[in-house]
């Protein structure tokens, strides 16, 4: 068994795992972060006009995405003079926008 200080008042402790088994937890534990980076990279992405309307299933027009800001349904942002959209508010539209679904 070895023991390596790896802070101040932490220690690993390896007891017959080889590196193979330390390289594939690890790399594990990597991709499970990056999913976990990726979806929250999704949730805060903003979206235009046209990608929002795409969304939908039945997809919608953009008189019908701004109808239904306007009725507060989306919300909009602001960017640059441009319209956006955060998807996972869309995501949270459709709670409201029964028929549709997001493709």
């Known amino acids: 068994m070895h023991s390596l200080n790896a802070g101040s008042s932490e220690q690993i402790i390896l007891s017959q795992i080889s590196l193979a088994d330390i390289y594939n937890r690890i790399r594990t534990i990597v991709r499970e972060e990056i999913v976990v980076e990726k979806i929250h990279d999704l949730q805060e992405k903003m979206l235009s006009p046209s990608e929002t309307c795409k969304l ?27 319209t956006y959209y955060k998807y996972s508010q869309v995501l949270n539209s459709l709670k409201t ?6 493709k």
Do not use: E, M, Q
């Open 97 to 102: 926008l029964k028929r549709y679904h997001v």
């Open 56 to 82: 939908f299933n039945p997809k919608i027009t953009l008189v019908t995405l701004d109808s239904w800001a306007g009725k507060g349904l989306l919300i909009k942002h602001y960017i640059g003079g441009r």
